[in-house]
């Protein structure tokens, strides 16, 4: 494993880090089993966004024994409410959410205090000029947060945060198929049929910026979906028409000028693994050039990544699992078993779905999530 600097702050960590979002509804033995593997592979990185109060603890108690060897990321503005993520900026929600976390993790000094998923300008200038900040701020003046980053899918936001000198890390969304998206202000702009440029066929420019900009200024850099949810792995669903490999994507991500380290998303220690193999693989191995060469340029536009960010549900759905068990079993002429068990074990299923829209709004990648409710009722039936 190799390890590299966080901008200005220093701190080394591993080059390959491990994204946590796939331990939900998990028991702690596999949290334990992830963290054992990360530590014996040398992963000393950690990215925790996730609300929901047994992830945090699983966490906190599987790197409590060798906490001092970890580095960890930890988001304000993601809290837990009604047994749903939420992410929100109401003070009387975010104070007890992150208080949470830090008691969840049995530790009293987070690494980095991330600021939770920002990706419209409004929000981000509320935020900076209002409590939500002055808290951040405070946390870090009484050291209870060492440094302040920022999370964020807005090239826009992330220019922004990279000229920030408050902003000490920017967590951004690298990968080949998301730098080539057009241009946007905020994240409604993927709603536009134009979104992305056919004619557009290397890195987008705003988005190199923002690179350049970490680079320069000393802003730490780290990636979030370097597999884009997956999509990225397989030939059906990579936009490129062929499939990447996981050493193929983090190799394009650490290649970017600034970019420190990439969260791994993974389920198994097998799959950690298949992530690992860039730390013993070949250039040969490592180059993605010939794909990206000669593939079709088009935009993940309304394709499920299975990010979460269009919770809350109005009906308490959690939309991110039925849609992704909607496309799991979509292609089988029968749904298999063990996805209608699954399906038919959610709390509340595509049936509860009232057609509000509110979480199509949210949508970084303008999925048509009723859409995708209806169809998942024919699907699985009522």
Known sequence: MKYRKLGKTGIEVSEIAFGAEFLVERPYEDTEELIKACEDNGINFVDCWMSEPDVRSHLG?????????????????????????????????????????????????????????????????????????????????????????????????????????EIELLMFSINPAYDMFAEMEDIEEYRKEDAFDNDLSSINPLRAEIYELCEKNGTALTVMKGFAGGNLLNDETSPFGVALTPVQCIHYALEQKGV???????????????????????????????????????????????????????????????????????????????????????????TECIACGECEIRCPFEVPIVDVMLDAQDLFGF
């Not at 003070?91 to 008691?103: G, I, L, T």
């Not at 990206?292 to 759905?317: D, E």
Request: with cysteine; charged share 25%.
């Open 61 to 165: 108690r599987a790197i409590k024994p060798n906490r001092d060897k970890w580095v960890i990321q930890g988001h304000i503005g993601a809290t837990w409410q009604n047994g749903q993520y939420v992410r929100t900026r109401d003070m009387s929600k975010v104070v007890p959410a992150f208080e949470d976390f830090m008691e969840r993790f049995q530790m009293d000094t987070l690494d980095f205090g991330m600021i939770h998923y920002v990706d419209v300008l409004e929000d981000y200038n509320e935020i900076m000029d209002g409590p939500f900040m002055e808290y951040v701020r405070r946390l870090k003046l009484e050291g209870t947060v060492k440094h302040i980053g920022l999370s964020t899918h807005n090239p826009e936001i992330g220019i922004l945060a990279a000229k920030n000198p």
């Open 260 to 350: 420190s380290s990439i969260f791994v998303g993974v389920k198994t220690v097998e799959e950690l693994e298949e992530s690992l193999k860039y730390c013993s693989a070949c250039e040969v191995e490592k180059d993605y050039s010939k794909i990206l060469k000669n593939a079709p340029k088009h935009s993940f536009k309304g394709q499920c990544t299975y990010c979460g960010h269009c919770q809350p549900c109005t009906s308490g759905i959690d939309i991110a699992t039925v849609n992704k068990l909607f496309d799991l079993a979509k292609n089988h002429s029968e749904v298999p078993s063990g996805i209608r068990e699954h399906y038919n074990n959610l709390k509340f299923n595509a």
